[in-house]
């Protein structure tokens, strides 16, 4: 059964800037000393009304739940006088960031994303390398390697198999029953039979699940191999390739990973078989495997008997060749100066990016978001979850690694995805764009009444299915059984309390309803009609379209519908006479004929240019959502659940086995159906649900089937309200 589905973010395509018309290109806003005859000031009365739950979470008054989960909060309603309080800064964060994307404006932060990204090369990889040696002065001695058992499958030492990393040592080599040639070091009394050799053991630890061997390197010719390039750009590769891994991961996941009893585990301890369980890789931690002195042994990269780059263990990581921030057109990268002001600089204000010297640095902005209140008190338009609260699905974190779903086959055309099944090391490389900005969808054609209940006790809301979806914005209960994961009738999966609370969700004590209203003003000065016609259209998008606000979107929380009220706008000639009188007054004006005229001379902008017409195809399909497809992020299929249901939230949350299927290999390329990139947001194409193929493995093969090693970051990450998400 082919399920299709949507993730929950998308990307509103960002074209180069340089064949706009002329209105939305770069300018210095205009002066302050005046108020200009052809240009709008005034308020423009707003109202917000909520399509489904609000999430306004206030972390001063977070707590730990009664039951003790480690890292865990429980958040409230912010409330302020009696009624949720929703920031003016939000409402002007929605605001600007959906003025870019309708202007194609230039990107108002793109920080850290200067450094290329890492890559986890596949297995075919490690036919080109060549285990060596480091013996100074910029000279590589090949090596041979075997495999040398020392775990069980459980990643248990074997009893007389220990040996530290770059021991020196004599082993035997040995045919075994697969005809491939394995390393024995001999216990005390024993003279195995096959050739002795001298060699160095490379102890990596248990870091993949169902490992057995570490490798056993011994001298081959004890020739030196050439060099493709000068050492110090080797040297300064491996390090840079050094910093990735160890960027991957945070000092908790490496030193404060729980062990039992009070201990905190070694980051290369073993002490599970899940993700962030098994052993870290020592290069990731341990200064000694992170430098290269003489005596480290390593793996190097030969293209044409020569040494390109060297890398740790056998299956590595690898870096770009490009950061994502070469691959943003010029255009679209934060202006540098007072000149380079895109339409949204203009009017929601500009700050110079740090490390410039552009004078003026700054640029307050035409444009202010009153004081935001709401319609209702907080008994009326708060739900309250009493207890612990309401414990919310794993918010993944960004992964910009996956460029299957964040690079454009070129800069020119970002509503273009890399083609399917490019080859993973082929993504991020130049003369490719990307995506544009980040977007959430619209969870469209819920049960909206019986799909936001959530039922006290019972079975597991998150299993069961309303109207055909499942409560993505829930966490599943903890999995009864891991060896036998699924209910007796096989529809879903069999949880039990608790729930699971842990550093990487959060609870939450409640949320503002659906249905309720806020409402506030915008004031501008001096604007003219097409950025006034911008933000009307902003405003007033078509029926049965929602912005997105507030905390937990992935999950379909804060779609939000804006619609104006009621407007006071006048133009600079009219102040200018009310200014002269001081005692006169403006004119009553028809509001609606200055919105109307304004979104009219917008839409005719729009139309004039395909960019700006594939841009806002893109902001309404997303707006609007897709009634017959699931919004959730990417999991598998169990190999033994029913057919007749569709495939519901794994508990035990293993999102990377997607990507990992995603990038599946058959005779050293993509696997037809896999290599999927992240469709156009105005196309009719989903993703699709994969098999548990790795489940499937170890059924077939035992304990040996597909590995999940931990030296990569494929694992979920927390996030916390208020912190920076892309």
Same mark, same amino acid.
């Given at each position: 059964m082919a399920e299709g589905f949507l993730n929950p973010y998308t990307f509103v395509p960002a074209f180069p800037r340089d064949t706009l018309p002329k209105p939305l290109r770069d300018n210095p806003p205009p002066s302050r000393d005046q108020r200009h005859p052809d240009r709008w000031s005034g308020r423009i009365h707003v109202s917000l009304t909520t399509e489904t739950p609000l999430l306004l979470l206030d972390p001063t008054r977070s707590r730990a739940p009664s039951d003790g989960e480690n890292d865990h909060s429980v958040y409230p309603v912010r409330v302020r006088n009696g009624r949720p309080h929703l920031a003016t800064t939000?409402?002007?964060?929605?605001?600007?960031?959906?003025?870019?994307?309708?202007?194609?404006?230039?990107?108002?932060?793109?920080?850290?994303?200067?450094?290329?990204?890492?890559?986890?090369?596949?297995?075919?990889?490690?036919?080109?390398?060549?285990?060596?040696?480091?013996?100074?002065?910029?000279?590589?001695?090949?090596?041979?390697?075997?495999?040398?058992?020392?775990?069980?499958?459980?990643?248990?030492?074997?009893?007389?198999?220990?040996?530290?990393?770059?021991?020196?040592?004599?082993?035997?080599?040995?045919?075994?029953?697969?005809?491939?040639?394995?390393?024995?070091?001999?216990?005390?009394?024993?003279?195995?039979?096959?050739?002795?050799?001298d060699g160095i053991a490379y102890v990596t630890g248990p870091t993949i699940e169902g490992k057995r061997f570490e490798r056993f390197f011994y001298r081959d010719s004890g020739e030196c191999m050439q060099l493709a390039r000068d050492w110090k750009e080797i040297e300064a590769d491996w390090h840079r390739l050094i910093a990735n891994y160890r960027n991957a991961h945070n000092d908790e996941e490496l030193y404060e990973r729980p062990a039992g009893e009070g201990r905190v585990a070694m980051p290369g301890e073993r002490i599970g078989g899940s993700p962030g369980k098994l052993a870290w890789s020592p290069h990731i931690y341990d200064a000694d495997h992170q430098n290269l002195a003489v005596g480290t042994l390593c793996y190097a990269h030969v293209n044409g008997g020569k040494v390109e780059r060297l890398y740790p263990v056998l299956i590595p990581r690898d870096v770009y060749p490009v950061s994502p921030a070469d691959l943003l057109h010029p255009s679209l990268h934060p202006a540098r100066c007072y000149g380079e002001l895109s339409p949204a600089d203009r009017l929601f204000g500009w700050v110079a990016p740090s490390g410039g010297d552009a004078r003026p640095s700054s640029y307050r902005g035409r444009l202010r978001v009153g004081p935001v209140t709401c319609s209702g008190d907080a008994d009326a338009a708060v739900r309250t979850f009493t207890g612990n609260g309401l414990p919310l699905a794993i918010l993944s974190a960004p992964k910009p690694q996956q460029g299957r779903f964040y690079?454009?086959?070129?800069?020119?055309?970002?509503?273009?995805?890399?083609?399917?099944?490019?080859?993973?090391?082929?993504?991020?490389?130049?003369?490719?764009?990307?995506?544009?900005?980040?977007?959430?969808?619209?969870?469209?054609?819920?049960?909206?009444?019986?799909?936001?209940?959530?039922?006290?006790?019972?079975?597991?809301?998150?299993?069961?299915?309303?109207?055909?979806?499942?409560?993505?914005?829930?966490?599943?209960?903890?999995?009864?059984?891991?060896?036998?994961?699924?209910?007796?009738?096989?529809?879903?999966?069999?949880?039990?309390?608790?729930?699971?609370?842990?550093?990487?969700?959060?609870?939450?004590?409640?949320? #503002?309803?659906?249905?309720?209203?806020?409402?506030?003003?915008?004031?501008?000065?001096? #604007?003219?009609?097409?950025?006034?016609?911008?933000?009307?259209?902003?405003?007033t998008l078509p029926a049965g379209h929602f912005h997105k606000l507030g905390h937990g979107r992935p999950l379909g929380f804060g779609s939000v519908r804006l619609n104006i009220e009621n407007a006071e706008l006048h133009n600079g000639n009219e102040y200018k006479s009310y200014y002269r009188t001081l005692s006169g007054s403006l004119p009553d004006r028809d509001w609606r004929a200055i919105t109307d005229a304004a979104r009219e001379q917008f839409d005719t902008i729009v139309e004039s240019s395909p960019a700006l017409r594939t841009v806002r195809q893109a902001m309404l399909a997303v707006t609007r959502g897709a009634p017959d497809?699931?919004?959730?992020?990417?999991? #598998?299929?169990?190999?033994?659940?029913?057919?007749? #249901?569709?495939?519901?939230?794994?508990?035990?949350?293993?999102?990377?086995?997607?990507?990992?299927?995603?990038?599946?290999?058959?005779?050293?390329?993509?696997?037809?159906?896999?290599?999927?990139?992240?469709?156009?947001?105005?196309?009719?194409?989903?993703?699709?649900?994969?098999?548990?193929?790795?489940?499937?493995?170890?059924?077939?093969?035992?304990?040996?089937?597909?590995?999940?090693?931990?030296?990569?970051?494929s694992r979920h990450r927390a996030r916390r309200p208020g912190g920076k998400r892309q």
């Open positions: 939000a409402v002007k964060g929605l605001l600007r960031s959906a003025f870019e994307a309708a202007t194609n404006s230039r990107f108002g932060i793109f920080e850290g994303h200067q450094e290329p990204l890492g890559f986890r090369r596949d297995a075919g990889f490690a036919l080109k390398l060549v285990p060596v040696r480091v013996a100074g002065n910029g000279r590589l001695e090949r090596f041979k390697t075997a495999p040398l058992e020392m775990y069980d499958v459980h990643g248990n030492l074997l009893p007389g198999r220990s040996v530290a990393h770059m021991q020196k040592t004599k082993a035997f080599l040995q045919r075994t029953g697969k005809n491939r040639l394995e390393a024995i070091v001999a216990r005390p009394g024993e003279a195995p039979r096959g050739r002795r050799v690079v454009a086959e070129s800069t020119d055309r970002p509503d273009e995805p890399i083609k399917d099944r490019t080859q993973k090391a082929d993504i991020y490389r130049r003369g490719r764009g990307l995506r544009g900005r980040k977007a959430y969808w619209h969870h469209a054609g819920l049960d909206t009444k019986r799909h936001w209940e959530v039922p006290a006790g019972g079975s597991d809301p998150a299993q069961d299915l309303v109207g055909g979806r499942y409560r993505e914005y829930l966490r599943p209960r903890t999995i009864a059984s891991e060896t036998d994961p699924l209910t007796r009738d096989r529809k879903h999966f069999a949880t039990a309390y608790p729930e699971q609370r842990d550093s990487q969700n959060q609870s939450i004590g409640g949320w #503002v309803n659906p249905g309720t209203t806020f409402y506030f003003a915008v004031e501008v000065r001096d #604007v003219d009609a097409c950025e006034l016609g911008a933000l009307v259209w902003l405003l497809l699931p919004v959730h992020y990417p999991r #598998v299929r169990d190999q033994g659940l029913d057919d007749t #249901v569709p495939t519901p939230p794994d508990p035990r949350g293993l999102q990377y086995k997607w990507f990992t299927a995603n990038e599946q290999m058959s005779d050293r390329a993509i696997t037809r159906g896999r290599g999927r990139s992240l469709p156009p947001v105005d196309s009719r194409r989903s993703l699709e649900i994969y098999r548990d193929e790795e489940k499937e493995d170890s059924l077939s093969k035992g304990a040996n089937g597909r590995k999940q090693s931990t030296s990569g970051s």
